[in-house]
């Protein structure tokens, strides 16, 4: 990532990860369509390079939506015993949609965090 010379107001990275948004700016989209990152901000031209999220946010997608959608699957079909063909048309659509919204913010939220704290991979001073 190169020096960031521009004067820009000070974003809260919450704010930017949840509405998906240029950590640098708030107002350029990060993502050029539903998960992949653009190359550079739209409004501010923040490169992007900087940018990698891994696995992280994947993981905490699996557990939370997983514990959501089995724990209400389960209070359901204690609660009120449907038939399995219902089961699958309520839960696996609400799986899938929730963890690929979840998936968007959390990633986003992740890359936002990464340029607040000028994250880099780690390096091993030889010097």
């Known amino acids: 990532m190169t020096e960031d010379k521009a004067h ?9 990860g949840i509405a998906c948004r240029c950590p640098r700016c708030g107002q350029g989209r990060l993502f050029d369509g539903l998960l992949k990152v653009r190359p550079a901000c739209s409004n501010c031209g923040l490169d992007y390079s900087f ?8 993981v ?11 724990g209400l699957a389960l209070w359901v079909e204690v609660s009120y015993s449907p038939p399995l063909w219902l089961h699958l048309v309520i839960w696996i ?3 899938v949609g929730l963890s690929l919204w ?7 939220l992740l890359i ?10 780690g390096e091993i001073d030889r010097g």
């Open 93 to 95: 659509p609400l799986a």
């Open 112 to 121: 936002a965090l990464q340029y607040r704290n000028n994250a880099r991979q």
């Open 51 to 58: 940018a990698d999220a891994g696995d992280g946010p994947a």
């Open 102 to 108: 979840l998936l968007r913010v959390l990633k986003s």
């Open 8 to 16: 820009y107001a000070p974003v809260d990275p919450v704010k930017a």
């Open 60 to 70: 905490f997608v699996i557990m939370i939506i997983g514990f959501l959608v089995v």
